[in-house]
């Protein structure tokens, strides 16, 4: 599964490269606090780090709290996780170092490393 989602957030990338912000540990929009999984992402609109991404590509909704903190939520709005813990367990990582990497390249290849594994 880690390998699968690593590959979908790199097609993601590639085919909207200011939809990623390296080290991004949620999101940023223009839209508002929040992202829904069945929205269409833009660079236009709103950028997502590695986190985020994973998040939002495993059917989860992401929101910001008032304090700029990214959370995701399954269906109801009842559990909360936290984007960066989440994303850990979703791709299979030992730390948040790939998540908060805030050089492209050194991102993009760690995604790669999970997407060839």
Not at 47 to 75: K, P, Q, V, Y
């Amino acid at each position: 599964m880690s390998a699968e989602l690593a590959q979908q957030i790199l097609d993601r990338i590639t085919a909207d490269p200011d939809a990623f912000t390296p080290g991004l540990t949620g999101f940023a929009s223009v839209l508002g606090h929040a992202v829904w999984p069945e929205d269409h992402i833009t660079g236009d609109d709103i950028s997502m780090g590695i986190a985020g991404w994973a998040c939002h590509l495993s059917n989860w909704r992401l929101s910001t709290d008032d304090f700029g903190r990214a959370w995701a939520f399954e269906e109801g709005w009842d559990e909360r996780r936290s984007v960066l813990e989440l994303a850990v367990e979703l791709l299979d990582l030992d730390s948040f170092a790939l998540l908060e990497e805030d050089d492209r390249g050194t991102a993009i290849a760690g995604l790669r490393a999970i997407a060839n594994h």
